[in-house]
């Protein structure tokens, strides 16, 4: 029996080592595939696309925001792993009548390790945690050196399409954007703010527009209708999951962010 607390400082009590979890965040389930944990892995979202043949051999359970409670109870569960930004807060009562639920809150990198190290030793993966946490750590401070002569350069970064939605402060996309010295017009404003792209050039007339591949399918239309609003911009699709997957996933987004500062050169 053992008593620990979760990312926003719920009082959680195991039993055991949990040996049956279910996943409702997508980056964390590729976080529990990358620490070895497929077998112990038996319930995933539909969005959790990563690695791609979990969904064939694991049971989904519906969206982020809106779960089968009764395929979850089926599958006997003895963790539930949440996300405090993937998932809505008023699940958690459903849930916790199947299982312990774990919620994890994650705006900064430092976070994002701090939660591979907790599960690392929640679920007796202490060595593969360490390991993933030493070669982030490892690929962080190498994109630091890089990144240190580059220019900072204003963008925006859009998440959502009518309404416009953006990435604010208080989230890990910002955070990303500080790293790679891109000046969010928008961090005064919190989370993810509504806005009006008439209103663009006088909010800080972004030198990039980022446009991310996640949670809304931007078109080339709305990228041209954005950028009339704006003196100079140019327009990125972005990597969503670069930009907002905390975990194991940060492995890959250091080299992506490298890619993209080499092609926004070509156009400055």
Not at 5 to 14: M, P, S, V
Not at 116 to 136: P, Q, V, Y
Not at 246 to 266: C, I, N, Q, T, V
Request: hydrophobic share 40%; net charge neutral; glycine share 4%.
């Amino acid at each position: 029996m053992k008593t620990v607390k979760d990312q926003i400082g719920r009082e959680i009590t195991l039993k055991s080592t949990p040996k049956r979890i279910v996943s409702l965040v997508p980056s964390q389930t590729e976080l529990l595939y990358d620490l070895a944990l497929e077998n112990e892995l038996i319930g995933i979202t539909k969005f959790c696309i990563h690695p791609y043949h979990l969904k064939s051999v694991k049971t989904v359970i519906g969206g982020t925001k809106k779960v089968d409670y009764e395929k979850i109870k089926a599958l006997k569960p003895d963790f539930i792993l949440c996300n405090k930004e993937e998932n809505a807060y008023d699940m958690l009562p459903e849930l916790e009548k199947i299982a312990p639920t774990y919620f994890s809150d994650v705006n900064t990198i430092q976070q994002a390790v701090d939660l591979i190290l907790r599960l690392g030793s929640l679920l007796n993966r202490r060595t593969e945690a360490d390991n993933l946490a030493h070669k982030i750590e490892f690929k962080l401070n190498d994109f630091k050196q890089f990144i240190a002569d580059k220019p900072t350069r204003k963008v925006a970064y859009f998440i959502w399409a009518k309404p416009w939605m953006v990435a604010g402060n208080d989230t890990f996309i910002n955070e990303m954007l500080e790293l790679n010295k891109f000046e969010n017009i928008y961090a005064n404003m919190s989370r993810y703010p509504k806005v009006e792209i008439n209103k663009i050039r006088h909010e800080g007339d972004p030198e990039v527009l980022f446009l991310s591949s996640e949670p809304f399918p931007f078109k080339d239309e709305h990228a041209m209708e954005i950028a009339s609003f704006t003196n100079r911009s140019i327009t990125v699709f972005a990597d969503g999951e670069m930009f907002s997957w905390p975990g194991s996933r940060m492995l890959l987004a250091f080299d992506y962010f490298k890619e993209l500062h080499k092609k926004l050169e070509s156009h400055f």
